[in-house]
T-cell receptor, first 114, second 109 residues
Framework: DAGVTQSPTHLIKTRGQQVTLRCSPKSGHDTVSWYQQALGQGPQFIFQYYEEEERQRGNFPDRFSGHQFPNYSSELNVNALLLGDSALYLC?????????????FGPGTRLTVL | GQNIDQPTEMTATEGAIVQINCTYQTSGFNGLFWYQQHAGEAPTFLSYNVLDGLEEKGRFSSFLSRSKGYSYLLLKELQMKDSASYLCAVMDSNYQLIWGAGTKLIIKP
């Protein structure tokens, strides 16, 4: 049973560019959450997708957008990249329902913005 | 605002016991999680508390006091592989996870 997978593993972009990160949830999970984790910090919630719609959103600008596909996989798009967007981007999946469900994390995508 | 506080770094000796504290102030409470994160890796789930008291799972235990906004993670019989960051996270009234910055635990032989 494959866990949560993310691609690419590492990515280097320059300021102003756009980036797309991808996530496939754990089998049986239909809810995907995205987090940004700066070095030495805890994860910061970006948004959560369920049934192909953004269900919740954290305190991130509109430059951060996402999508969920019918197979529950998801993409995170970041436009007009800033140096401060350099971080580890984590995808986590869980079964449906807003209440407690353990989130399973993917290995993350390390984004470096030069 | 919402806030999760935990110590930045702790050091302990192999075979010993260590307690990592977490205090929180959040908009509502729907449970507290502890995750372990090794350097360069994804967080992995350790425990979940929603009611007051102690939850024990092998060498790891987690305690919650909702009235005090306080939790701790207790690690017993420390092993070198326990060297990692330990993240405290609270699920708020909107069922969003609010994370602490993590406690880096260093285990010495």
């Amino acid at each position: 049973d494959a866990g949560v997978t993310q691609s690419p593993t590492h990515l280097i972009k320059t300021r102003g560019q756009q980036v797309t990160l991808r996530c496939s949830p754990k089998s049986g999970h239909d809810t995907v959450s995205w987090y940004q984790q700066a070095l030495g910090q805890g994860p910061q919630f970006i948004f959560q997708y369920y049934e192909e719609e953004e269900r919740q959103r954290g305190n991130f600008p509109d430059r951060f957008s996402g999508h969920q596909f019918p197979n529950y996989s998801s993409e995170l798009n970041v436009n007009a990249l800033l140096l401060g967007d350099s971080a580890l981007y984590l995808c986590a999946s869980s079964p449906s329902g807003l209440e407690y469900n353990e989130q399973f994390f993917g290995p993350g995508t390390r984004l470096t913005v030069l | 605002g919402q806030n999760i506080d935990q110590p930045t770094e702790m050091t302990a000796t192999e075979g010993a016991i260590v307690q990592i504290n977490c205090t929180y102030q959040t908009s509502g409470f729907n449970g507290l999680f502890w995750y372990q994160q090794h350097a360069g890796e994804a967080p992995t789930f350790l425990s979940y508390n929603v009611l007051d008291g102690l939850e024990e799972k092998g060498r790891f235990s987690s305690f919650l006091s909702r009235s005090k906004g306080y939790s701790y993670l207790l690690l017993k019989e420390l092993q070198m592989k326990d060297s990692a960051s330990y993240l405290c996270a609270v699920m708020d009234s909107n069922y969003q996870l609010i994370w602490g910055a993590g406690t880096k635990l260093i285990i010495k032989p």
